[in-house]
């Protein structure tokens, strides 16, 4: 199993970005998706989740308004678009896929908001 996040780095206040996360070795379409941040000192927290198979999406509050998750069940990858970046925002991103008792979770790609 494996789930890669890539689209992390350094961005403006205000700016956007795009996190992908490719997966494989399970049942994607069988999966809710979600992203994770953990920011230094804190705990990780929910971002956003995309159930399956109905593709309902839910978000934190922290980022309603500004993010939007999505996936393509036909590459095995769910994504994040991230606009109106904020400092607080900074973090690192990981992508969690979990099915009944069974989750799994990628390495994480870093998102710095700075001037």
């Known amino acids: 199993v494996q789930l890669v996040e890539s689209g992390g780095g350094l961005v403006q206040p205000g700016g956007s970005l795009r996190l992908s996360c490719r997966t494989s070795?399970?049942?994607?379409?069988?999966?809710?998706m979600s992203w994770y941040r953990q920011a230094p000192g804190k705990a990780r927290e929910l971002v956003a989740i995309?159930?399956?198979?109905?593709?309902?999406?839910d978000y934190a509050d922290a980022v309603k308004g500004r993010a939007t998750i999505s996936r393509d069940n036909d590459s095995n990858t769910v994504y994040l678009q991230m606009n109106s970046l904020k400092f607080e925002d900074t973090a690192v991103y990981y992508c969690?896929?979990?099915?009944?008792?069974?989750?799994?979770w990628g390495q994480g790609t870093q998102v710095t908001v700075s001037s």
């Open positions: 995309i159930s399956a198979p109905s593709g309902n999406t």
């Open positions: 969690n896929a979990q099915w009944l008792a069974i989750t799994y």
């Open positions: 070795g399970f049942t994607f379409s069988r999966y809710d």
